[in-house]
């Protein structure tokens, strides 16, 4: 039986609109403007972005939503959260899905949520995701979301530049990229939000997902002419967690080759789990200030939520850990508006709020 490494199956099969997803950016339709708080969208340039080898712009879209106090008092400061969308779609489908502006407008004009800058940059790439990882083939991303982007927003915008008022969420993939980037930057970031994150364990998947497959694609001009989710996730993969700059076209590595496993690639794919480095961070997730961990209780990715929840616990992290009735992708929106703004509303600190 020919074996293949896959890492958190969930990825290809659970990601946002169950498989569903264009394979590109697909031109959405306008967003709706908030009538309280106001949107941006803005570029970004990424220096831990630049030459990277899949050739993807290191200039990054990124939506910004300012609160309704924002233009009305100019000597304002404000707490930020960074939101990282799931793999397959970009920022902007996410933010309309989960109607960011409105639910912010909501939150914050009735007194659900104090008023917070939120930030969501787009990390869609030549595979339909970054994982949000360090890599030269795919651009350093820890960098750029930890440093590059949050100084940007910082020097353009009146935020309070401290982490106990800088947030970081994300779902599915960005889930995934909460908690990597989160658990390295306890500098920059104090409470975390995690929804329904992806890819928190490795594991043998017998019968591969494309993988036979992806060692027959010649080219990346291949991969666009194709349309097999399961290629795309594990190309994107290979990317963040087994580049190799010398292995063109593709300057990665595939955890099999003729079918068989690699057991060098398979060790640098399991060493990218955060359930498995995450003992050596204990240190930094213990300095955050607030940890939110959630996912439907019908989501395939329920067990190795429910496994990073016990292993936080295992090691005291102070942590809230919810399940609710839904899948991978229909509760998100209703989640975001009820829990994750109010979650950062309460924990972060805001310039009228005592330092904790």
């Known amino acids: 039986m020919k074996i293949s490494l896959a890492l958190a199956l969930g990825l290809g099969a659970a990601c946002w609109m169950a498989g569903q997803a264009p394979r590109g950016p697909a031109s959405p339709p306008a967003p709706s403007v908030p009538t ?3 949107m941006e969208k803005i570029k970004v340039h990424g220096k831990s972005l630049e030459g990277n080898l899949e050739g993807d712009s290191a200039d990054r879209d990124v939506l910004i939503y300012l609160p309704p106090g924002y233009k009305k008092e100019p000597n304002r400061r404000y707490p930020v959260v960074y939101f990282l969308h799931g793999y397959g779609i970009g920022a902007q489908r996410y933010w309309d899905t989960m109607k960011v502006a409105e639910a912010a407008d909501k ?3 009735s007194g659900g949520a104090r008023e917070i800058i939120l930030v969501h940059p787009d990390a869609f790439t030549i595979y339909n995701g970054s994982m949000y990882s360090s890599s030269p083939t795919t651009g350093d991303w820890e960098t750029f979301i930890a440093h590059d982007l949050v100084a940007y927003v910082d020097s353009h915008y009146r935020t309070i530049p401290n982490r106990m008022s800088r947030g970081l969420s994300g779902h599915s993939m960005g889930g995934y990229g909460t908690m990597r980037i989160g658990m390295k930057n306890p ?3 104090s409470s975390l939000y995690a929804m329904s994150s992806c890819c928190l364990t490795a594991s043998l998947n017998p019968g591969g997902r494309g993988g036979a497959q992806a060692e027959a694609l010649k080219s990346p001009e291949d991969v ?3 349309n097999n989710r399961g290629i795309m996730t594990l190309l994107a993969e290979a990317a ?3 580049p190799n700059p010398k292995n063109p076209p593709f300057y990665f590595d595939l955890p099999t080759k003729d079918g068989q496993p690699q057991p060098e690639t398979v060790a640098r794919w399991a060493a990218n789990a955060p359930l498995a480095m995450i003992d050596q961070y204990m240190p930094n997730l213990k ?6 961990l959630e996912v439907g209780l019908q989501d395939t990715l329920a067990a190795s939520n429910a496994t990073l929840d016990a292993t936080l616990t295992l ?3 102070a942590h809230t850990y919810e399940t609710y009735e839904g899948d991978h992708t229909n509760r998100i929106p209703v989640r975001f508006d009820a829990n994750l703004l109010p979650f950062f509303s309460k924990n972060l600190t805001f310039s009228d709020a005592k330092k904790k």
């Open 240 to 242: 963040a967690w087994s």
């Open 187 to 189: 500098d920059v970031f």
């Open 287 to 292: 300095k955050m200030h607030a940890i939110g």
């Open 315 to 317: 090691f005291g992290v």
């Open 224 to 226: 666009k002419s194709g």
């Open 36 to 38: 309280l708080g106001s």
């Open 107 to 109: 939150q914050m004009s």
